[in-house]
């Protein structure tokens, strides 16, 4: 079975800065997806970014980026320019690729919990 | 982005009664949606994998009797607290992705269910 770990419980930015979170996971398998999705206080779940394990680029959208090691099985998040509206739980997720045999389900790490401080 | 529906946001109910949750995919179809469960300050736990027109796929553990869950339409799962304990209150999450698309599931707004 696959397992996600975030070994940061959490994190402090200044505003402007820049701040990265951890994430590994461990799979046998050689297709899969990862995301990263924030948690605000809302509760709502948004996705933050996803990324393909047969691309080698990382994902990037706006502010955040990944930097994706498939074979050091790490993944982890950078979000630039730190505003305060970036202050959440941050979840680390893996999916297999569908026709890998594996569930459609998303595995989640423990979180991080990000706070950004003006 | 695809917009997935859940309803009620918050629920009080008395002890022993039941309780519905509402998932709704409202622009695209699913096949498939799952249940989670949060508690405070913690991850998201797979409750169980919602099929339409199929039985559920419930994770060790959880109590298929107790949370029964319908897929009846490819646009709306349901989760019922059946007999509901103060112990069930909790933070219960649904997600659906596009039965076209593979890409990331979509999450609804979640329901905080307090028994009392």
């Known amino acids: 079975a696959q397992t996600v770990t975030q070994s940061q419980p959490e994190m402090s930015v200044q505003e402007a800065e820049t701040v990265t979170l951890s994430c590994t996971y461990d799979?046998?398998?050689?297709?899969?997806?990862l995301f990263w999705y924030k948690q605000p206080p809302s509760r709502q779940m948004i996705l933050v970014i996803r990324?393909?394990?047969?691309?080698?680029q990382n994902a990037t959208e706006n502010r955040f980026s990944v930097n994706f090691q498939k074979a050091a099985k790490s993944f982890s998040l950078k979000i630039s320019d730190s505003q305060l509206g970036d202050a959440a739980m941050y979840f680390c997720a893996y999916r297999s690729a569908l026709g890998q045999g594996g569930s459609e389900k998303l595995v989640f790490g423990k979180g991080t919990k990000l706070t950004v401080n003006p | 982005g695809a917009v997935v529906s859940q309803h009620p946001s918050r629920v009080i109910c008395k002890s022993g009664t039941s309780v519905k949750i509402e998932c709704r995919s409202l622009d695209f179809q699913a096949t498939t949606m799952f249940w989670y469960r949060q508690f405070p300050k913690q991850s998201l736990m797979l409750m169980a994998t919602s099929n339409e027109g199929s039985k559920a796929t419930y994770e060790q553990g959880v109590e298929k009797d107790k949370f029964l869950i319908n897929h009846a339409s490819l646009t709306l799962s349901t989760l019922t607290v059946t007999s509901a304990h103060p112990e069930d209150s909790s933070f219960y999450i649904c997600?659906?992705?596009?039965?076209?698309?593979?890409?990331?599931?979509?999450f609804g707004q979640g329901t905080r269910l307090t028994v009392v």
């Open positions: 799979t046998s398998e050689s297709d899969y997806y």
């Open positions: 997600s659906a992705r596009d039965m076209w698309e593979n890409t990331e599931a979509f």
């Open positions: 990324q393909e394990a047969y691309k080698q």
